[in-house]
């Protein structure tokens, strides 16, 4: 893996999927800064896999370029971005308030702009980059009560086109992963809590299962890596078990 010797950034690092991103980047001999909303968390989860910890709300500006410059400071450079921060908001269309709607764009919509511009413009200068988004089957497959979740996730795909084919004659390139459902805490958490149907997932997934977390890590390592991913970008890979293509509904 042309990771090693790279310094990589993931945001929303701490824990799940971010997590699972960082220990893969770290056991691939990369160093990495954990960007989290929570400074505590970011600062354990980068201490046990070497790398150095941000506090960080990627909604906003200040944060944003203030983890940038931390992290410039510390490491010298910033190969790889991936924006992975989100946040799971679920209520009917009607309802959603403005102050969720604001917090779910904020951070999935406006932290990707804010995040891939501020270290994007070092990769610009540097003359190389790679930058990973974290999308969702949701920007394509629609799921009720996501609705700002699914325009957030829908977002990232546009972006991550435009991106990259501004910045593909510049030396940085542009992707993003769409994972399917996958069994992380909140996940789990909702399953315990009676909310998510297992069965019915399963059943409409023809591979029959969740994702895991590192299956989503190893699709943003290989559009990370420069050598396996060197003429790919403006791309969005779906990581889901086959539930996009799967045109068969599930009565039960």
Not at 119 to 129: A, C, P
């Amino acid at each position: 893996m042309s990771l090693d010797g790279r310094v990589c950034v993931v945001t929303g690092g701490a824990r799940g999927i971010g997590e699972a991103i960082g220990r893969r980047f770290g056991a691939g001999g990369a160093t990495v800064a954990v960007w989290d909303v929570d400074g505590d968390d970011a600062a354990r989860t980068a201490a046990s896999i070497g790398g150095s910890g941000h506090a960080c709300d990627v909604s906003r500006r200040a944060h944003v370029e203030a983890a940038a410059a931390a992290t410039l400071e510390r490491h010298g450079r910033i190969d790889v971005l991936v924006n992975n921060a989100g946040v799971a908001i679920a209520g009917p269309s009607e309802s959603v308030s403005d102050e969720d709607w604001d917090v779910s764009i904020g951070i999935m919509q406006t932290g990707v702009f804010l995040c891939s511009q501020v270290v994007g413009r070092h990769m610009l200068e540097r003359g190389s980059g790679a930058i990973v988004s974290i999308s969702s089957i949701n920007a394509s497959e629609a799921f009720p009560m996501r609705l700002a979740y699914c325009a957030a996730k829908a977002a990232v795909v546009a972006m991550t086109e435009v991106l990259a084919i501004e910045w593909a004659d510049r030396g940085v390139r542009v992707n993003a992963v769409a994972p399917g459902v996958t069994r992380t805490a909140l996940v789990q958490r909702g399953i315990d809590e009676g909310i998510i149907d297992v069965a019915g997932y399963h059943a409409r997934t023809p591979m029959g299962r969740f994702g895991e977390p590192d299956e989503i890590a190893s699709a943003v390592a290989y559009l990370a890596d420069d050598e396996q991913s060197s003429f790919v970008t403006g791309e969005t890979l779906r990581v889901d078990g086959g539930w996009s293509a799967n045109g068969w509904i599930v009565s039960r």
